[in-house]
């Protein structure tokens, strides 16, 4: 897959960048960081700049924030809890009110969630459905998803434009970052996860 994406930069340069990071953002899983250094370092070898990719790449990014933002608009927190009213809640061993918790913290941390998190793997990408759920200001989230992602876009560019044909040397730093930020984000749901039932088991007896 890595072969593609790098494929379609190189042919398509500013909107191949635009339409990668647009994927991205909708689904995950895809490695930006392989697209964002090739990207930097073709700017030493062709007609596209630095700036040029930046901005590719952070509209890329904010135009699929907002597809998920409007999926988390659309559904809202209300379809969640009567989801977790039913069987599938009970497996998991969620409720409604666990829904209403997580709005609140969200509430309480917007700004600072969207801003960085965008620089964090993963849930770079998927801050903007709970900021759906909350209604978070659609300016305001708008501003703060293109100032993050601007940060986190600038960093793999000028890397890339730094390191030129060399670019590849530093995917296992990135990787690295990314693996750590799996296990941290992993760990943290588990211990989430353990503060609930342990909650839920005090409000029984």
Known sequence: MENVMLEV??????I?????????NVFP???????????G?????????IPGTIFAAT?????????LYALGRIFKAERLRKLFEG??????????????????????????????????PIVRSLISIPAGFASMNIAKFLILTAVGSAVWNTVLVVVGSMLGEAW??????FERYTSIA????????????????????????
């Open 9 to 14: 930069v190189n042919n398509y340069g500013y």
């Open 16 to 24: 191949g960048i635009f339409m990668l990071i647009f994927i991205e």
């Open 29 to 39: 899983p895809i490695p930006s960081e392989a697209v964002l250094l090739f990207g």
């Open 41 to 49: 370092a073709l700017t030493v070898s062709t007609a596209i700049n």
């Open 59 to 67: 509209l890329g990014s904010v135009v699929g924030a907002i597809v």
């Open 87 to 120: 069987k599938f809640g009970q497996i998991l061993h969620l409720n409604p009110d666990h829904v209403d918790k997580s709005v609140v913290w969200f509430e309480k941390y917007e700004a600072k969630a969207v801003l960085i998190c965008r620089c964090v």
């Open 168 to 173: 590849e040397t530093a995917m296992p730093y």
């Open 182 to 205: 799996t296990v941290v984000i992993f760990v943290a749901c588990c211990l989430c996860a353990v503060y609930f039932l342990v909650m839920k088991r005090k409000n029984k007896k």
